[in-house]
């Protein structure tokens, strides 16, 4: 039938009938119910978003996921506080490493942003950090970590000498099930830090049980990273003068071979960076400084 002319009137978009609907539920008894659930931290969200004058003119599934949204971040910082504190990452360097990760990779000094940027490091099973000491090795290292913890993965920052002591003291004692225990314990993360590593008294035992921590962070796909001011050259012979005769040169064969293969190396050079910036000057398993690996 013609219109004569005249525009159809436009028809209503539908509406959702629970837009239409009044409360039935008080704030406060929604926020008893999430109590009673154990669910405070979405108490607490809830309760924010409803003081917030917007949250009212959103629709109820916007609502729903910001609310969700919320908790799930709070969530995910709770979990990041948590695993930063076990991670055990010293104090002279964490306040260094926090202020680092959030300001982001240009925080970083030139050669902590070239080695970081590169992104590969996140998935290497080892990584060496070799650099003169006051480099910036320790700074690096618990920056790495620390967008590791970011990102959900359980870190163990540790001085090389002091895991090394307990581990040659339990050998030593003959008690082999505390020993391999310590061992189990640590590859258990997702990754493990030793900080300043073969530097310090040579103890019996040593490269035993330093071959055993590595096949076992290899087993359970647990990421070592080794930070050293000795160069990988010279770890043989450190390992070496742990005596042990044959056997013990055999061992330190094993743990040099372990760390000079498919390894991803960082190096930095020059001053300390606490007066100068460092650089990185190689990047891969050969020294090379193309960046890539073999």
Known sequence: MANNGKRAPATALPTNPLDQLAPRHTLDETCGLLRSMR???????????????????????????????AEANRRGL??????????????????????LAASGIDGLTRAQRGAIGLGAWEDEPIILIIGKSGSGKSTLAASMADLLLRKGRKVRFSS???????????????CSGAWSGEIKDLARNDTVILDDAFIGEVRKGEPLSLKELIDASADRECQ???CSQLDPTEWHQHLIAAGGGT????????????????????RLRDSTHRTKECRVVSIGGDGGGDGKRD
């Open 39 to 69: 669910l405070t931290g979405l108490e607490s969200e809830l309760r924010k978003s409803v003081a917030d004058p917007g949250f009212a003119e959103l629709h109820f599934i916007d609502q729903f996921h910001s609310i969700l949204a």
């Open 78 to 99: 709770a979990r990041y506080e948590r695993h930063r504190k076990a991670a055990c990452i010293p104090v002279a360097v964490s306040k260094e490493a926090a202020k």
């Open 160 to 174: 090389y000498s002091n895991v090394m002591f307990t581990l040659c003291e339990f050998l030593g004692n003959g």
């Open 224 to 226: 070592l990273i080794l």
């Open 247 to 266: 056997a013990g040169t055999n061992t330190a064969d094993a743990v040099a071979d372990r760390l000079s293969n498919g390894t991803f190396m960082v």
